[in-house]
């Protein structure tokens, strides 16, 4: 079975990209089954539930976050009532939401979504690594297919993520940078990994905010008002072949289109 991870996607020009290219990748490459962070989908910082009925309605089964859920207040109260829009695992388990959720792909095939959030450069939250090796047991015992957004800053800790779950889950895909990394690979133990999946959004922009807005903080060091970019909508992501009764990845591919003008 083939899953497409959507990378984060950034406001107004991040769903316009949506409305490009996923209904041409669902498509074209037989997807049964689709996760997309989308965290900063509302305006360019955090989601809210008409925004996250936009991204049920486009065709994505699970929507996963980090750091920025909390930014719009409507996310509070719906994400109780929500069980395919994620927030973090390790987060304090008074916390509205939850952290994982198995979901019946197209073709039959029960898939596992957890979205974990690091700890270096980020607030403190509990460990992310003891936090999904207790949930990996229940997961597990419902279905060998697991994927696992790692919204994280630091490389490394996402690549020790990505060797400490080897072998016990499908995926590791990284969030929260919004660069597209190069290091798509499939781990020895069958796992496929990649740092960051990449931004869905702006492509003209310093990771999905107006350039000159941050070019004036980085020459004056004054504070700015961030503003969402909104030309040259990209779509970057990734697509990942498992085997649906082992859950090993057999191939992960990367993906980044852009929507520019002729």
Not at 152 to 168: I, Q
Not at 194 to 219: A, N
Request: glycine content about 8%; proline content about 6%.
């Amino acid at each position: 079975m083939k899953v497409l991870f959507v990378g984060d996607i950034v406001g107004r020009a991040g769903r316009r990209a949506l409305t490009t290219f996923l209904r041409k990748v669902r498509s074209s490459h037989e997807v049964a089954f689709i996760v997309a962070n989308g965290e900063n989908s509302a305006g360019g910082f955090g989601i809210t539930p008409a925004v996250a009925e936009d991204l049920f309605d486009f065709g994505i089964d699970v929507i996963t976050s980090g750091n920025h859920i909390w930014d719009k207040k409507e996310a509070i109260p719906y994400l109780p009532k929500e069980n395919r829009l994620l927030r973090p695992l390790n987060y304090p388990p008074d916390s509205p939401g939850a952290g994982s959720v198995i979901m019946k792909a197209r073709d039959g095939v029960r898939v596992a979504v957890v979205n974990i959030e690091g700890r270096v450069f980020m607030r403190p939250q509990d460990c992310p690594f003891r936090a999904i090796d207790r949930e990996l047991q229940a997961l597990k015992a419902e279905t060998p297919v697991v994927i696992v957004d790692f919204h994280a800053e630091a490389t490394s800790e996402k690549l020790a993520m990505g060797w400490h779950l080897d072998g016990r889950v499908s995926a590791v895909l990284g969030t929260h940078t919004h660069v597209q990394t190069a290091d798509e690979r499939i781990l020895p133990g069958g796992t496929a990994y990649i740092t960051d999946v990449g931004m869905t959004g702006p492509s003209e922009s310093v990771i999905g905010v107006k350039k000159d807005i941050i070019l004036r903080r980085f020459l004056t060091s004054m504070p700015e008002r961030f503003e969402t970019a909104k030309e040259f909508p990209q779509f970057q992501a990734v697509i990942v072949d498992i085997d649906p009764d082992s859950g090993t990845a057999r191939k992960i591919e990367r993906l980044n289109l852009v929507d520019q003008p002729e």
